[in-house]
């Protein structure tokens, strides 16, 4: 029959697409079916300049889904902007193309929790090769002892394109004297699975062109991988307990013969195996769903980084050419900090949260340089230049919440991340942006600096003060649907299967059991990679990765 095919992979993010390219890639080339709700995005690849901040929030862009969090009564009550891409590509087809990978201690923690060494980052960093194609060139001579990648930690053959840009900001360098001036350490190379230093991670963009993982995976499909867009999946269909297809909002029914894979993001996998009634049962009945399974925590335990901003503005050096500002990837530095360690905040996390907190790779905050002004509502002037820093809180703690807003799967969920509710991650942003303001300060802007933006001063009620007005996500969200041992505290297990039904799993950022203490971007991959060695093993197709790059 027409619309059957083995495998059916819902959502065609950085996930989805690697999932269903690799399998039907494989020997046994098996049918598969890979059904987005959104379009081709056939235009996505050239917003790589400053486009690829824009394009996402555009009003009313087709490419986002454009949600919004609940207002968040704690944090000044903002709803905060919660966008997710929308079409072939996912939320890589809008993202900042930044590429980050992650501590090798947080791999090995995922691989301990769920008892199974495919995600100990010995196995992820072999995953990670066939991925990235890096170009490890930098453009800017000068910073030569600063960043390099060290070729042996990387590949040259994956199918993701990767460089360090083309142009970079004239005066990126002072952020590497300043975080010198103030005991940090340089990392050459923050994606050899130690982030810990002051680095700058690479970016999708080659020669321009930005790369998702449409263009990555799916720009020349075999014909036996079927690619519909514009059909946004309404529910999983169930036989009994055994999911064996699915329907979409139009009413069109695709049936698979071996699995069904949800790889709609953090966001919409929960939404969507609640309406296929698989949730928690009060939620299901006060909507009217028909209880497939009961699974409480499909929706729950929502983790991302939030970030709030400080600035100064200093005098232009009128030596220095205009920069490509949003061309450029930006510094970004991973840091332990003393005073959360020996805060009582910490203390009171329980200990296995606190021994995994203090590996030696494991990171409590991140910076990011040159954000734009806009994060402060500053405009400088001719003869102002600015300084903006992101503090992003690493292992948050507070927890939010996907819950179903209707049973119509057009209508968005409620989301409610909870940013800043646990303690810790009060004190984390508190002592982290606090971390942030003394960089400022460092000698080689100190003499230039001519005003301070953000925090009123540096004490905990000031900067607390600033940061429960200024706070956004960084559109990590994941953990809805988590991976776990048991049934009782996840959602999916090590083999990505949905406990308690048959022929049904999740391989998206929902399954990680804790947020990734990087950019997500390439935990999301990774995990399209491991999802199908996994199915490919099960059912006998053959090895992964050959002749699969686009
Ligand atoms: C604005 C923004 C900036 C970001 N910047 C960075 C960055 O610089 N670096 C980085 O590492 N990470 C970044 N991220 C995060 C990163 O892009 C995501 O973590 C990653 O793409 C998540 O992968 P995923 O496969 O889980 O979900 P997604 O990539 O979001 O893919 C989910 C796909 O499923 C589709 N879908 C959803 N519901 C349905 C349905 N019912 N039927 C059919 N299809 C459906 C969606 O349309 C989408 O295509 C950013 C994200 C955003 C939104």
Request: hydrophobic fraction near 35%.
């Amino acid at each position: 029959m027409e619309d059957t095919y083995d495998f059916i992979i819902v959502g065609a993010g950085a996930s989805g697409a690697v999932i269903a390219s690799r399998l039907a890639h494989t020997p046994a080339a098996p049918s598969v079916l890979l059904i987005e709700a959104g379009g081709s995005n056939a235009h996505a690849a050239h917003q790589s300049g400053a486009d690829r901040y824009n394009a996402a929030f555009a009003e009313g862009s087709p490419m986002n889904w454009h949600y919004k969090t609940v207002p968040q009564t704690h944090l000044a009550g903002q709803k905060i902007d919660y966008s997710r891409g929308k079409g072939l590509g996912g939320s890589t087809a809008i993202n900042f193309c930044g590429w980050t990978v992650g501590p090798r201690d947080d791999y090995d923690e995922w691989a301990s929790v769920v008892g199974d060494s495919r995600f100990t980052w010995k196995n992820v960093q072999r995953v990670l090769k066939r991925i990235s194609n890096l170009d490890p060139k930098i453009p800017d001579q000068r910073l030569e002892d600063v960043i390099r990648a060290k070729p042996e930690d990387h590949s040259t053959t994956g199918n993701l394109d990767l460089t360090y840009g083309e142009e970079w900001i004239p005066d990126v360098g002072d952020i590497y004297t300043a975080a010198e001036q103030t005991g940090h350490s340089i990392n050459r190379d923050v994606n050899d699975g130690d982030s810990i230093g002051m680095g700058m991670g690479s970016v999708c963009i080659a020669k321009g062109i930005r790369a998702t993982s449409a263009s990555a995976y799916l720009s020349r499909p075999p014909p036996n991988l079927k690619i519909i867009v514009n059909a946004p999946v309404a529910r999983v269909l169930f036989d009994k307990k055994r999911a064996y297809g699915v329907q979409c909002i139009d009413g069109r029914q695709f049936l698979a013969h071996k699995e069904v894979v949800l790889a709609g993001g953090a966001l919409n996998t929960p939404q969507m195996l609640k309406l296929s009634g698989i949730g928690p049962r009060d939620e299901l009945k006060r909507h009217g769903i028909p209880l497939v399974h009961e699974l409480p925590m499909v929706g729950e335990n929502l983790q991302d980084h939030c970030f709030s901003t400080t600035g100064i503005v200093l005098a232009k050096d009128p030596t220095l050419p205009a920069g490509p500002a949003s061309q450029s990837p930006t510094p970004m530095g991973w840091f332990k900090l003393p005073s959360v360690e020996t805060s009582s905040e910490f203390q009171q996390l329980p200990a296995r949260t606190q021994a995994h907190m203090r590996k030696p790779t494991v990171p409590a905050m991140e910076i990011a340089t040159h954000s734009p002004p806009s994060f402060l509502a500053y405009e400088p002037t001719e003869s102002e230049s600015y300084l903006g820093v992101i503090c992003l809180i690493m292992n948050p703690q507070s927890r939010g919440t996907v819950t179903l807003q209707s049973l119509n799967p057009s209508t968005a969920p409620i989301i409610n991340p909870n940013f800043l509710t646990h303690p810790f991650d009060r004190r984390l942003i508190i002592d982290g942006m606090r971390e942030v303001m003394r960089i400022q300060r460092a000698p080689i802007f100190a003499s230039r600096t001519l005003k301070s933006l953000g925090p009123a001063n540096e004490s905990d009620e000031a900067i607390w003060e600033h940061v429960k007005g200024n706070l956004r996500s960084s559109w990590h969200m994941s953990c809805t649907a988590a991976m776990s041992k048991h049934e009782g505290d996840g959602v999916v297990d090590n083999k990505f299967r949905v406990f308690g039904v048959s022929a049904l799993r999740v391989v998206d950022l929902s399954v990680c059991p804790f947020v990734m203490n990087a950019h997500t971007q390439s935990t999301a991959y990774v995990l399209g990679e491991i999802g199908a060695e996994v199915l490919a093993e099960e059912y006998g197709l053959g090895d992964v990765g050959i002749g699969g790059k686009a």
